[in-house]
């Protein structure tokens, strides 16, 4: 049982505020309109938290200060970096008796280390400005995501982000050599030199990626970098259905192997939704349109690069595109010949959310799928889906290369509030999820479990696992201070 929790006195909050600055400690009505819509807001709108305070450490020193009077007052703590989570794992409850813990002031590149290819960061620098840091010293961080602008590194990590990268590079894991962490108890460990080999007992490492918060608090990392590619070749092009799509991205691995770094799919209702709220960014393919629709039903948004030149890399790309249309695994296809094609093709990909979020209300899924398997679970699912409610609106877009779909549900009109909206969800979700788990899938390939999943997780992970997963947090966390709510039932 958790000790009582103190009150955010005077004392206290003068101790907060001699931790970190007291331009640092926001409380009351310091948290105006915008604050809360920032901070305690999640992007989808879903959920709503309120908070005791919010405190803003400017260093690893004061992050540990503030975590060791978190828990001599019995006070748990919600981590944030960009808040961009999508499974409310970012924003405290609605309590009001959470600390909100912003990272966003740990943002100091460390050290670049051109020779080891790593780069050292701490955990409030954002994606985008990691990538560019890396850039500069003509090297490539891969993880790449719509919101790189936002998005932090701590928050990519902990929740172990995926992007449209992950068939080449792997997901944020895979880009991570070594942690720096504040532990429940205010303890430090930190492991940032960068080894690529490292066989001295458990992974600590691995234990804090993905555990979204509820384990400790990633301070810095140790990042892995690659040599930036020479070439890169993108295309758009259409499939006729997804068992093309699927055989088409067979063949560009066989292909082009390593080159092959982003396979994107996006349906056609997702396609439709970007020409109707966002039509300046659907102009990469000029044959959408709000009326018509796109020839086929889905498209692929395909990208090679590597260390070869333009020439080389756009002669290997046509190559490829010229024996899947013989072969009849696509119908059109569409080269970018200059930057700004390029970009006109992933603000397309890219703008997907955004035109779903102006669209409205739907029962969202962040699936993950044997490639093998996604036709037949496509075909079964929305055939499930529509002899239920046979005017809902299936959309559906992702990264087909990893297997990574999100597959979203919108309801029919009368089902768009209230009950009849809850009953819905919860029944599209049971319908989704087991033919997800029928299939060999997962419910959640990069989305993370925060508080949206929760339940699910309960119900569905096997029976071995959460008695695993718990016995960890009591271990680490045995207060059950950090994040709470979050992950775990």
């Not at 305690?40 to 879903?46: N, P, Q, S, V």
């Not at 007052?73 to 970096?81: M, R, T």
């Not at 301070?219 to 758009?236: N, R, V």
């Not at 969202?364 to 036709?375: C, E, F, Q, R």
């Amino acid at each position: 049982m958790n000790a009582p929790q103190a009150p955010l006195d005077d004392a206290r909050l003068s101790a907060l505020r001699e931790a970190v600055g007291a331009a640092h400690v926001l409380h009351g009505q310091q948290l105006d309109a915008s604050l809360q819509a920032r901070h305690l807001r999640d992007w989808r709108g879903r959920y709503q938290g309120q908070c005791l305070a919010i405190v803003s450490p400017g260093s690893t020193e004061e992050t540990q200060h503030i975590v060791r009077l978190c828990a001599a007052w019995g006070w748990p703590i919600v981590p944030q970096g960009g808040n961009t989570s999508l499974v409310g794992g970012s924003v405290p409850d609605g309590s009001g008796q959470q600390v909100l813990l912003h990272l966003g002031r740990l943002n100091k590149v460390r050290h670049l280390d051109a020779h080891n290819f790593t780069l050292t960061v701490e955990a409030g620098c954002t994606l985008d400005h990691t990538r560019q840091h890396a850039a500069d010293a003509g090297m490539l961080y891969p993880l790449s995501l719509a919101s790189g602008g936002q998005c932090t590194i701590g928050g990519t990590l902990a929740t172990n982000a995926g992007g449209t990268q992950v068939l080449r590079y792997g997901t944020a894991r895979e880009l991570c050599l070594g942690l720096e962490v504040v532990t429940a108890s205010g303890a430090c460990w930190s492991e940032l030199s960068g080894l690529r080999k490292n066989n001295t007992g458990y992974d600590l490492r691995d234990l804090f990626i993905g555990s979204e918060g509820t384990l400790g608090i990633i301070t810095a990392a140790t990042l892995k970098l690659f040599p930036a590619p020479q070439g890169c070749g993108t295309a758009l092009l259409s499939c006729p259905d997804a068992q093309s799509a699927v055989a088409l991205l067979s063949l560009a691995r066989q292909t082009l192997d390593a080159g092959l770094v982003a396979f994107e799919a996006i349906e056609s209702q997702a396609l439709q939704l970007v020409q109707q709220h966002l039509p300046h960014m659907a102009r990469a393919w000029p044959s959408a349109s709000a009326t018509t629709g796109p020839a086929s039903p889905w498209l692929i948004l395909m990208e090679h690069q590597g260390p070869q030149d333009q020439t080389h890399i756009d002669d290997e790309l046509g190559r490829l595109l010229a024996h899947a249309q013989a072969k009849g695994l696509l119908t059109e296809a569409i080269m970018a010949h200059t930057v700004a094609q390029r970009q006109a093709m992933w603000q397309l990909r890219e703008s997907i959310p955004l035109a779903e979020k102006t669209e409205g209300l739907m029962v969202k899924h962040d699936i993950g799928l044997p490639t093998s398997a996604i036709a037949s679970w496509l075909a079964q699912c929305g055939t499930a889906l529509r002899a239920r409610w046979p005017d809902c609106r299936i959309v559906c877009f992702g990264h087909l290369g990893d297997g990574n779909l999100h597959y979203n549900v919108q309801p029919p009109p009368t089902l768009r509030s209230g009950p009849p909206w809850a009953r819905f969800e919860s029944d599209v979700n049971d319908i989704v999820f087991d033919l997800v788990q029928a299939h060999g899938g997962t419910i959640s390939a990069e989305h993370g479990i925060g508080a949206l999943r929760r339940e699910a997780l309960a119900a569905r992970a096997p029976a071995e696992a959460l008695p695993l997963m718990r016995a960890i947090k009591q271990a680490l966390d045995p207060a059950c201070l950090l994040n709470p709510g979050r992950l775990l039932a």
